[in-house]
T-cell receptor, first 118, second 111 residues
Framework: DAGVIQSPRHEVTEMGQEVTLRCKPI?????LFWYRQTMMRGLELLIY????????DSGMPEDRFSAKMPNASFSTLKIQPSEPRDSAVYFC????????????????FGDGTRLSIL | LAKTTQPISMDSYEGQEVNITCSHN???????ITWYQQFPSQGPRFIIQ???TKVTNEVASLFIPADRKSSTLSLPRVSLSDTAVYYC????????????FGSGTRLLVRP
C-alpha cells in the first residue's frame, strides 16, 4: 500500500522563480492537507481539501501561494514568485475521513519537499 | 481547536520507560487526543489516539484521566531509534480532520 507521495524531495531555486510542489494522496482518501514546517514556526497547516474542493485556506501566507486539486489523485502547491523566506519543508498529508472510525489513523503524511530559495 | 501544552524536551536512556504528559485544559466533549511522532527528514507519523481511560497498541500506551484535561503518552523500554519529536493534538475527528500541531516534545534517548 503506497503512502502519500511527494515530489520533488528537494528543490533549490532562485528568488523570483515559480515553484511547484506535487502530491499524490493515498487512494480512497477524501481529504488532502498541505503543511509548512520551519524551525521558527513549527508545523503550520496551509490549506486543506475535501473531495478535491478547498475547504480552508486561512493558513496560506499570501497571494503568492496557491493550491489546486484537479482530481482525487493529485494536488499541487505553487509559489510565484518565490522568496527566501519561503524556504521550508512542505508536507502533504491525506486522511480517509470517516474511515478514521474504522480504526485508520487521522492523517498520513508524505516525507516532504525541502525547498530552498536563494 | 483545543490548545495543548507539553514539555519542550526530555532526555532518557535506552531501556527506560518514557512518559510524556500533555495538558489540554480546554478540551471539548467531542475531542479526541492524538499523538504523532516525527523523525528528522520525515513527515509526522501517527502513534496512538484515544478518548478516555487507557489505550494501548504495539508501540505505546495512552493514559487519559477522568477529567480529560491532560494525557500521558507512555513509551515502554525506549531505544535510540525512539529519538524524535512527539506531538500531542486534540480535536473532533467527526467534524474536522484538520490537525493543529504545537511545538512538540523533543525526546533524546541516550545509550
Amino acid at each position: 500500500d503506497a503512502g502519500v507521495i511527494q515530489s520533488p524531495r528537494h528543490e533549490v531555486t532562485e528568488m523570483g522563480q515559480e515553484v511547484t510542489l506535487r502530491c499524490k494522496p493515498i487512494s480512497g482518501h477524501d481529504y488532502l492537507f498541505w503543511y509548512r514546517q520551519t524551525m521558527m514556526r513549527g508545523l503550520e497547516l496551509l490549506i486543506y481539501f475535501n473531495n478535491n474542493v478547498p475547504i480552508d485556506d486561512s493558513g496560506m501566507p499570501e497571494d503568492r501561494f496557491s493550491a489546486k486539486m484537479p482530481n482525487a489523485s493529485f494536488s499541487t502547491l505553487k509559489i510565484q514568485p518565490s522568496e527566501p523566506r519561503d524556504s521550508a519543508v512542505y508536507f502533504c498529508a491525506s486522511s480517509p475521513g470517516t474511515k478514521v472510525w474504522q480504526g485508520d489513523q487521522p492523517q498520513h503524511f508524505g516525507d516532504g519537499t525541502r525547498l530552498s530559495i536563494l | 481547536l483545543a490548545k495543548t501544552t507539553q514539555p519542550i524536551s526530555m532526555d532518557s536512556y535506552e531501556g527506560q520507560e518514557v512518559n510524556i504528559t500533555c495538558s489540554h485544559n480546554n478540551i471539548a466533549t467531542n475531542d479526541y487526543i492524538t499523538w504523532y511522532q516525527q523523525f528528522p527528514s520525515q513527515g509526522p507519523r501517527f502513534i496512538i489516539q484515544g478518548y478516555k481511560t487507557k489505550v494501548t497498541n504495539e508501540v505505546a500506551s495512552l493514559f487519559i484521566p477522568a477529567d480529560r484535561k491532560s494525557s500521558t503518552l507512555s513509551l515502554p523500554r525506549v531505544s535510540l531509534s525512539d529519538t524524535a519529536v512527539y506531538y500531542c493534538l486534540v480535536g473532533d475527528p467527526r467534524s474536522s480532520y484538520k490537525l493543529i500541531f504545537g511545538s512538540g516534545t523533543r525526546l533524546l534517548v541516550r545509550p
